[in-house]
């Protein structure tokens, strides 16, 4: 029950969350999703890398938070304040970095193209996740097969601007 909320069926997510994060995806399958999608739109795509993600979140000032230092529980979606599950991508305007890159902290972690030894490295963190976890340089690692229901992705682009 509580993955099945989650859970794409037919190619499509569950109804009433098309904006949604996506998860229950592996690192393989987030990779794929940003070649495929590059592909598409003529251009290369491609996970992050966990210092691409971590500059996003930090900022020139090396901020602990995307917004400032101080953890600020109406800024991103946790256990501290959020919903108990996900929420539409860029819920938390408020919680945009000096970039103005949403959702950095809080929602779902995500997948980065680092390795850390046999396991790849996520940033971020997920609407279960207590103060601190989203801090701009934490930074856990999980397998590349699993599948977890606070784990998404992002895609970039190389070139400026991305």
Request: glycine share 14%.
């Amino acid at each position: 029950g509580e993955v099945a909320r989650f859970a794409w069926s037919g190619g499509k997510p569950p109804d009433g969350r098309e904006d949604h994060p996506v998860v229950l995806v592996t690192w393989s399958e987030a990779d794929r999703y940003c070649a495929w999608r590059g592909a598409l739109r003529g251009e290369k795509r491609r996970l992050p890398t966990a210092d691409e993600l971590e500059k996003a979140a930090r900022g020139e000032d090396g901020l602990a938070y995307p917004w400032g230092n101080a953890f600020e529980p109406d800024k991103l979606n946790s256990a501290v304040k959020g919903a108990g599950d996900t929420m539409p991508v860029g819920s938390y305007a408020a919680g945009a970095s000096s970039y103005g890159v949403l959702d950095l902290a809080g929602n779902v972690f995500q997948w980065t193209s680092t390795a850390d030894g046999d396991q790849m490295v996520i940033k971020g963190s997920a609407w279960d996740s207590l103060p601190g976890v989203g801090r701009g340089a934490s930074f856990e690692a999980r397998p590349k097969a699993v599948r977890d229901v606070v784990v998404g992705f992002r895609c970039a682009a190389d070139g400026p601007g991305s």
